[in-house]
């Protein structure tokens, strides 16, 4: 597909459990945000990678988050034990990373629910 | 810390009407300023944006959007509006470092546009 594709559309979970959200970004972009936008709320940034690095994971909320992207390519937020505050909807964004003034482009995001 | 402040949680206006969306950021740096526009059951996209130059921007469908720097406002405007601009629309910011830009959202304005 052309755009930023993201699996699954929803997950419903429960409490304690551990999940595992996917990102395809865009065929050829080397950059990749994952951001989480709750209920009422604009999305707000958890982690930048630039290839297969993360090059800043300053809004993963607690030690329970955590992202990779092994081949540079596909990128994958774990979350361990979670928790009903975690209920919100995940995005993922992919830009070319060639210059910080890259467009990024949204995937349609994985609506979690934590009962 | 960045913050931006989107005034009207929801809008609702007739066809035809002019709109004006207010945006203001915190931080008194240089800046790029975004509009992102989620229609419903669609995914986030790029309206229109500002880097430098020009303080008035042109989007896409319509939209503009003027950069007052001395009052760290990025308002959205559209002359008259349809009703296929029925949907939520966020205002963002980010500081360029270091090669990336990492988004600070505001919490979206509900536009619903009554034919």
């Known amino acids: 597909g052309a755009g930023v594709s993201q699996t699954p559309s929803n997950k419903v979970t429960e409490k304690g459990k551990y999940v595992e959200l996917r990102c395809d970004p865009i065929s050829g972009h080397t950059a990749l945000y994952w951001y989480r936008q709750s209920l009422g709320q604009g999305p707000e940034f958890l982690i930048y990678?630039?290839?297969?690095?993360?090059?800043?994971d300053s809004g993963l909320p607690n030690d329970r988050f955590f992202a990779v992207r092994p081949e540079g390519s596909v990128s994958t937020l774990k979350i361990q034990r979670t928790e009903r505050g975690d209920s919100a909807v995940y995005l993922c964004?992919?830009?070319?990373?060639?210059?910080?003034?890259?467009?990024?482009?949204f995937g349609p995001g994985t609506r979690l629910t934590v009962l | 810390a960045q913050s931006v402040s989107q005034h009207n949680h929801h809008v609702i206006l007739s066809e035809a009407a002019s709109l004006e969306l207010g945006c203001n950021y915190s931080?008194?740096?240089?800046?790029?300023l975004f509009w992102y526009v989620q229609y419903p059951g669609q995914h986030l996209q790029l309206l229109l944006k500002?880097?430098?130059?020009?303080?008035l921007v042109k989007g896409i469908k319509g939209f503009e959007a003027e950069f007052i720097k001395s009052k760290f406002s990025f308002n959205l405007r559209k002359p008259s509006v349809q009703w296929s601009d029925t949907a939520e629309y966020f205002c963002?910011?980010?500081?360029?470092?270091?090669?990336?830009?990492?988004?600070?959202f505001g919490a979206g304005t509900r536009l619903a546009v009554h034919p």
């Open positions: 990678f630039q290839g297969t690095g993360a090059a800043d």
């Open positions: 964004a992919s830009s070319l990373g060639t210059s910080g003034n890259d467009e990024q482009f």
């Open positions: 931080y008194g740096g240089t800046v790029n």
């Open positions: 500002y880097f430098s130059g020009d303080p």
């Open positions: 963002a910011v980010t500081q360029f470092s270091g090669g990336y830009n990492k988004l600070i």
